[in-house]
């Protein structure tokens, strides 16, 4: 009879326990991006950077290289970025992009209305965030 309510009593328990972990969840559609990124640091400090920046129509930006991937968001316009070796993505507002490391770029606004950008980084403490590209 003690074996049997033992038997009760952790089966009690068990479902209860389970209850209470949380319950893992399939992606949805509601991903703004979702993508396997070629490498993030690894240290024992990280610092999670998260920066506003807004481009204003016909603006040019530096060309530039980043040591850590950024992942940009668009909040509004369409962000272009050219590559020094002639390739252009284009990024929707609405639409986020991870940025390539150690990639000569620079960010363009070839639209009629400012660019509306969130810009994620997460590196080392004393690793910029950018560098200018080097003089060639």
């Known amino acids: 009879m003690k ?6 009593a952790f089966a009690c328990i068990a479902s209860v326990a389970q209850a209470q972990q949380p319950v893992p969840q399939t992606p949805g559609p509601n991903f703004v991006l979702k993508q396997i990124t070629p490498t993030l640091p690894t240290k ?3 610092e999670v ?5 807004t481009i204003q129509p016909g603006a040019v930006g530096q060309w530039h290289t980043h040591p850590t991937p950024p992942i940009v968001y668009v909040a509004e316009g369409t962000l272009s970025v050219e590559r020094k ?3 252009t993505v284009h990024t929707q ?14 960010a363009t606004n070839k639209g009629q209305t400012p660019v509306k950008l969130v810009i994620f980084q ?4 004393e690793v910029p965030e950018s560098q200018p590209a080097p003089s060639q």
């Open 122 to 125: 997460v590196s080392p403490p």
């Open 93 to 106: 507002a609405g639409q986020a992009v991870i940025e390539p490391i150690n990639t000569i770029i620079r």
């Open 85 to 87: 070796d002639g390739e």
């Open 49 to 53: 950077r998260v920066r506003t920046s």
């Open 44 to 46: 024992e400090q990280l």
């Open 3 to 8: 074996s049997i309510i033992l038997v009760c």
